[in-house]
């Protein structure tokens, strides 16, 4: 990876942790993209199988095929794909699942954590924010027990929220990322990568009258863009708050990909 310190960007580790199948692509494809062109080593995690996404398949069935899409996907990005730990609508910060999320990170040890925001729409998002900082603060406890067990690691990590869905908290207040990043570039792998989730098309048609995924992603991604006042086409990141990840505030991303990243 270029642009930190030569000693710091060699391999950087990004850890995607998200809520579903389909969630990183919708909201952080291209961010990843850019960084994997950059040399980075990519990890793929979505906490929950996909298990509600059906009104017509068996609950084997609708698991089955989520995966495939969520692997097949995770390929194409050219990550390393994690599997899902819990049923969807069972994301919940408890003892167990924070020590399950924990051998991961320590597994990982990566320098980037990229997740949902921890004010979303839905709980399963936010659970899902909630148990990649817990795992991360605790990845370097030595009298912490992880599941399965796993040695501390003390690299510093960097945590960033992406937006929300449909750009507002749960009582619909508009939100603005501290970073934009153009994504114009690798807006064509984006759409490809959310096209393998086709089992969401007609799903989400009927339950939720949503139109074709790439589409509504592509959306708002113009929309992201335009609050940057610069891009085309944008995806959101704000930082967690440095404490107990790094000794001082640090923006590996910002850093990495440069000029294709406006602070706000």
């Known amino acids: 990876c270029e642009g930190r310190a030569e000693a710091n960007v060699k391999r950087a580790k990004v850890l995607a942790v998200v809520a579903h199948p389909d969630d990183i692509e919708l909201s952080m494809a291209g961010t ?15 906490v929950a199988n996909g298990s509600c996404g059906t009104e017509t398949l068996s609950y084997e069935e609708i698991v089955r095929i989520r995966r495939e899409e969520a692997r097949a996907a ?9 599997e899902a730990l819990v049923n969807d609508l069972e ?4 003892d167990p ?26 709980e399963d998002h936010m659970n899902a924010a909630r148990l990649a900082c817990s795992a991360a603060f605790i990845r ?17 990590v ?12 749960r009582t619909r207040n508009p939100v603005l990322p501290e970073l934009f990043v153009d994504i114009g570039s690798v807006i064509g792998r984006k759409r490809e990568m959310v096209s393998f989730h086709r089992s969401q098309e007609a799903w989400l048609s009927t339950t939720q009258g949503a139109g074709a995924l790439a589409l509504s992603a592509e959306i708002e ?14 995806e959101g990141w704000t930082r967690h708050l440095h404490i107990g990840y790094s000794q001082a505030e640090i923006d590996p991303l910002g850093e990495l990909l440069g000029g294709l990243v406006l602070r706000r």
């Open 32 to 46: 990843l993209f850019l960084l994997k062109e950059r040399g980075c080593a990519l990890h793929y995690l979505a």
């Open 74 to 82: 995770s390929a194409y990005l050219g990550a390393e794909f994690h």
């Open 91 to 94: 994301i919940f910060h408890t």
């Open 97 to 122: 699942l924070v020590r399950r999320m924990a051998a991961i990170v320590r597994l990982v040890a990566p320098d980037i954590v990229l997740t949902h925001p921890l004010e979303d729409y839905m």
């Open 140 to 156: 370097s406890s030595g009298t912490y027990r992880t599941d399965p067990p796993r040695p501390p690691v003390r690299n510093e």
């Open 158 to 169: 960097a945590i960033y929220h992406v937006l929300p869905h449909g750009l507002r908290d």
């Open 221 to 234: 991604g113009r929309e992201i863009g335009r609050m940057s006042g610069r891009f085309e086409l944008a």
